[in-house]
Each structure stands twice: as C-alpha cells, then as structure tokens.
C-alpha cells in the first residue's frame, strides 16, 4: 500500500513538472492571478518564478494532493489550455475532485482580464497612479493593485476597477459579484443574453429572501441575543471596526445592528452582512437557533468583509489570554483592553498594525515565538 501512494505521488509531482512547461509566459502570470488566495506575496512577486514553483507551494501548504485536484481542474478548465486538460483528465476520470477551489470572485476577475483590450492597460496605470511602477502588461497591474489592497472582493474596489476599462464584456462580468450593475444601450437583445449567461456562470451568492419587516426585525431581535448571551460583543465591534466609525455608543449587539441599518449596511431587503458575519466568526451554530441565517452554511464567497478583516478575526482566534498578553506588552499596551478583540482594536487605533506594516507585524510575532499567530495574516 505504501509503494502504491508513493507511486502515485511521485506520478502526480511529474504532472506538476509537465504542467509548469505548459504554462509559460502570459500563462505563468495567469496562474500568478489565479493562485493568489493560496500563494505568499513573496512568490508571487519573484521575476523569476515559474508555474511549478507556484503549483510546489500550494502542494506543501496541503492546497492541492494527487488525490485532491479540484483546484487544478478549475484552473485548467478556466484556463482552457488543451495539454494541461488531458494532464488532469486522468485524474478527474477516476478521482473524486475534492479540496479547494478557486472563489467566485477569483473567477470572475480572471474571466473579465482575459477580456480586457490593450489600452485599458495605460488607463488603469494613470488612473492608480503606477506609471513609474515595473508592471509589464495588464497581470502585472491586477497582482500589484491585490498586493497593496487596491483591488479585492470588496464591492467598492470591484466598481472603481470596472469603471476604468473599457470592455463591456468584463465590465459586466465584475459587476454580477456586487449590486451594482453596468449597462451598455447600444447592445443588442442576443448581445445582452450572452452577456447574461456569462454573469449566471460566475458562481454568485444567491439572492436572499426578501423579509418582511416584521420578521427582519425578529431576526435582529435574535440574533443579537444569541451574540450578546456567547459574549461576542468585542469580537463584532472589531467586525464592524471599518464599517462603524463611532461605536462609543454601542454598548450591545443590537446597537451595532442599529448602526448599521442606518449605513445602510443592513437591511430587509439585504442582510448578507449577518451571513457573512457568521461565516467570519465561524459561529454557525447560530443558524440552529436563527433559521433565516441558514445561507451561512453554504459554500459561497464573503462579500461583506475585506480580506484584511477577515485575517484580524483569525488573528484573533488563534490568541489565547496569554499570546494577548505578550502581544499587549511588545506593542506597549499593557491594559484598557479586556480580552484579545478590544486590544487587537487598540493595536488599529495606534496603527500598531495596519495593511501598511502588517509584514513588520508578523515578524514581530515569529520573534515572540507566536507563529501560530502570525500564520493568519497573509501577504
């Protein structure tokens, strides 16, 4: 039994190598697009890289197995590069293709680059301010405006991106992964329709059910109490921290709740932030109790929450009352903080960390001997 996995690992690292020769060039920067959710920003980034140093990487951290390909099949299928199809062809004929996937969003914004006209390029490098930067082409661009936060799954960032290319196929391509939409008159009725296939392939969440304002408002009613009784109220002050710029007046769950209603955050008709609020904070225990949040157990994209918030949650999780100790006494805040979520507010509000110094920050960490810590921050 051992000869045979070692036999079939050895044949699916050869694959790995048949794949880099394959994917060269422009490919290789694709892959750089694709594989940026799995691959550290220092590998990304190295001009010598090569598709097998990325496919090695994401190997090690566990991401992809001879026999877990469902990552691999997805990018082989988007990619749709013949050679690489008929390399994992002969696993997804006999093996189930479990593991990890590309999310919608990386799909999309894949999709609509490839669709991306030449120009856009310089457009998009005058609007960002990067003329001086070392981008090359268009992957470049889009991995340079991801590594420093200025383009990501937010709604926001998707819009000012769309906006500034001229493609109306990508531009509607970005716009199903928000509520914003883009429409071109001049199109035709068959135009639009394949447009509008294009947008139900990108794997979107589902839309929620519209709530009366009766029942949204027991929803509310219910899901404050099963935060305010689990004590979690310091962890959403830190979920919401970028969404609710004074929360001195939020003493309780629903108060936030509150402020966000009038932000227009969260409402009847939308409440996917209490979705995705589940999904972060990796509470879905609550949909027992709070059946209208049932949408928290399926497997779709986190809309509500930058990347950058969703690694604070983590970073959170992972310290213990002691790690928040030795992490409040190196950034010199040795109190007014009650458990690790307040300080990790604190650490934001000294700009002790920050998009900006988080590799400092992670340093420090490794050097406190907190790299179980540290592991969650990505860059």
Known sequence: MAKVLKKDQDKFRGDLYRLNRVYKGEKCRWLRCLLFDYVSISTLTRKDVTAFDLFDEVKLKGHIKHNEVKLLSEIVKLTN???????????????????????????????????????DFRKLQSFYKLKFCCLY??????????????????EEKIKTFADNIS?????????????????????????????ANLVTA?????????????DFRKMLIQ??????????????????????????????????????RESGELSHTNYRVLIDMVKVTDTRGIVHDVKLLGDANKDTEIMSFKPYRQQLMRFGEALSTIDAQAVGCMCSI????TDQWSLIMLLEKKNKISPSNVEQFIKDLNDINLDHAAKHFKI
């Open 81 to 119: 590069v013949q050679y690489a199809k008929r390399i994992i062809r002969k696993y997804t004929d006999r093996v189930k293709k479990r593991g990890n996937g590309l999310s919608p969003y990386r799909k999309a914004l894949f999709r609509a680059m490839m669709e991306v006209i030449p120009g």
């Open 137 to 154: 082409d268009k992957w470049d661009l889009v991995l340079h405006l991801e590594k420093h936060e200025q383009l990501n799954s937010t």
């Open 167 to 195: 493609s109306s196929k990508a531009k509607q391509i970005l716009s199903s992964l928000g509520r914003f939409t883009y429409r071109d008159n001049s199109q035709s009725t068959s135009s639009r329709t394949e447009q």
């Open 202 to 214: 990108v794997d979107a969440p589902p839309a929620l059910e519209e709530l009366t304002d009766k």
């Open 223 to 260: 899901t404050s109490n099963w935060y305010q009784n689990n004590n979690k109220i310091t962890m959403l002050r830190l979920l919401f921290n970028d969404k609710i710029q004074d929360q001195t007046e939020c003493k309780d769950v629903m108060s936030l709740f509150k402020k966000l």
């Open 334 to 337: 040795e109190d007014n903080y």
